[in-house]
């Protein structure tokens, strides 16, 4: 049954990730004025799946100085990591949820810099290293604010189990309670998935695509599916830690949608950070306010013990 389960969700997720590129090309295409795809099928529909069967049968190339068996495991290894992050799906049934989630979610969190900083070195290419590069060390400087952004909300709920915080957010949500963190939390999660403004691993104008530069057909194909399902799969937790709906709600499904969106909305207004000012935003504004909520957080819940 669990087997079963996952398998169901985990085809969900994919098809839910062609539609997201095709609304995310819509999206793009209206703020910038112009149409986006519309050809295949009706409205374009058809479109996600005319580029999944074109990416899958190219011919697949690769550098001849490259890290052959690197170079190949690689998008694999970063499929395999999102996919496996969907475990948490807090299913109320009890199929396949676990009590440590959160710990299992920062884990993975934390291995899927490895992906990146392996397809950009096994690349063998001056622009995919860069982009690689670049990648870890935003992925681990926002590592430890979004740490501590988790741990102020596992102080409210005393639990490592996401069904534990829908079961509190019943009467009010933590995104009441801590507004300011929710914002830290969204950026953060911006900066975790790679996304503009803070796409340094993908700088396009600068680094010629960064770290996935060297990659075609399948293995790009991988590596793109990765990232998509990594944004579905936070904007789903971001709604399980601050909104804490009920799965049984369409209010669930339309928040992860409102969340989706708001990746792409960002996408499309804001222009790249400079790479000393996110540094900054991390290190100078999250981690300060984040420690400060943790000391509040803790004063009350000390003085509710008492």
Not at 86 to 104: D, E, H, K, Q
Not at 119 to 134: D, E, I, T
Request: contains cysteine; hydrophobic residues 55%.
């Amino acid at each position: 049954m669990m087997l079963v389960s996952f398998m169901l969700l985990v085809v969900c997720i994919l098809v839910a990730v062609a539609f997201v590129t095709l609304l995310e090309r819509k999206v793009l295409g209206y703020i910038q004025l112009r149409k986006g795809p519309n050809k295949v099928g009706m409205m374009g529909l058809l479109q996600p799946f005319s580029d999944g069967i074109k990416l899958f049968f190219k011919e697949q190339t690769y550098p001849y100085m490259s890290n052959y068996l690197l170079y190949f495991i690689v998008p694999i290894f970063m499929l395999v990591l999102s996919m496996s992050m969907w475990a948490l799906f807090p299913y109320l049934i009890n199929v396949c949820t676990f009590n440590l989630g959160v710990l299992f979610f920062m884990c993975c969190s934390g291995m899927g810099v490895y992906g990146v900083m392996l397809s950009g070195w096994a690349s063998n290419s001056n622009y995919a290293l860069l982009g690689s590069l670049r990648a870890v060390a935003q992925t681990i400087s926002y590592e430890v604010s979004m740490s501590l952004l988790l741990v102020n909300l596992l102080l409210l709920v005393l639990s490592f189990n996401l069904i534990d915080f829908m079961v509190y957010q019943d009467y009010i949500w933590f995104m009441s309670l801590s507004f300011p963190l929710f914002l830290c939390w969204f950026s953060s999660c911006l900066a975790e998935t790679n996304r503009s403004p803070f796409d340094f691993a993908e700088g396009e104008s600068e680094l010629v695509s960064g770290f996935n530069i060297e990659y075609s057909s399948g293995s790009f194909a991988y590596i793109f599916l990765s990232e998509y399902m990594n944004i579905i799969f936070m904007s789903m937790l971001t709604v399980v830690l601050f909104m804490g709906c009920n799965l049984y709600s369409i209010g669930f499904y339309i928040s992860v949608v409102m969340l989706v969106f708001s990746f792409i909305w960002v996408r499309g207004t804001l222009p790249r950070f400079r790479y000393d000012k996110l540094m900054y935003l991390t290190w100078s504004v999250f981690l300060p306010m984040s420690l400060n909520y943790l000391l509040f957080f803790s004063g009350v819940l000390v003085t509710l013990m008492l």
